[in-house]
């Protein structure tokens, strides 16, 4: 099955303390690099061009994961995330390669 999709990571995380916090920049510096960009200070967006390719993203993100806080993926089909409304803001122009996906 090849259709696009776009991967939602939400997450919560304490930084009340100086190794938390340290974690958390970790845990945001390897989102993106592995191609998230930024939709909110704790949500982070990743198009794919093949819905299959969800799980190993989300594995990759487990074992770059702290232990503590939350961390929740979403995978969402384009046209969802389309659907999307911006009340204020930038939306996010996301580009799977063969189209740009305009929200």
Do not use: C
């Not at 969402?76 to 389309?82: K, N, T």
């Amino acid at each position: 099955m090849n259709r696009e999709s776009v991967l939602l990571v939400f997450f919560d995380l304490p930084v009340t303390e100086k190794l938390q916090r340290k974690n958390a920049v970790k845990f945001r510096k390897n989102l993106i690099r592995q191609g998230f960009s930024a939709l909110q200070e704790s949500v982070y967006y990743k198009a794919l061009n093949n819905i299959s390719n969800t799980n190993a993203e989300i594995n990759d993100i487990k074992k770059n994961s702290p232990q503590d806080g939350s961390i929740f993926a979403l995978s969402l089909s384009a046209g969802v995330f389309e659907r999307m409304h911006t009340i204020s803001g930038k939306s996010p122009d996301i580009n799977f390669g063969n189209f740009i996906l305009e929200v």
